[in-house]
């Protein structure tokens, strides 16, 4: 009796910390906006994970930029705090992404009385890599 509880005391320490991890695994990859031609690469940056841009036709000079940065888990609202770059406000706003399944993250984003919610999907070409695909580097880093 005293070894199942001793086993069941260490998995529930390992738990939290697994539970992140998997959200972290979660978040990174390829993410396409809705609306507009742009890829979006999650990536892990230090103990956060950050955005930057890895396509987008429209405006090719922004390749490369970062867009999103400083994401944390926050175990009490159970999203990722971070900071996102408003392109048409010039300027940074704080937001909260929650996965919503493996391959959909809507991301909310409050300026003044105003809210906006966005969802946002796995890249197919993200999809493609992850069941085994090579398809080599398709993007210019910059």
Known sequence: MKLIKALAGILLMWAPSSIIVAQEVGLTGLWQHPEEPVIIEMKPLDDSIQGIVY??????ESV????FRGFRFDKDKQCWQGFVYLLKLGEEKSTCVKLENPDRFSMSVKVGFFSKTVTWQRAVI???VQGG???GNTHDAR
């Open 55 to 60: 396509s987008n036709h429209s405006k090719p």
């Open 64 to 67: 490369g930029k970062r867009v």
């Open 126 to 128: 993200d999809r493609l």
């Open 133 to 135: 695909l090579d398809l």
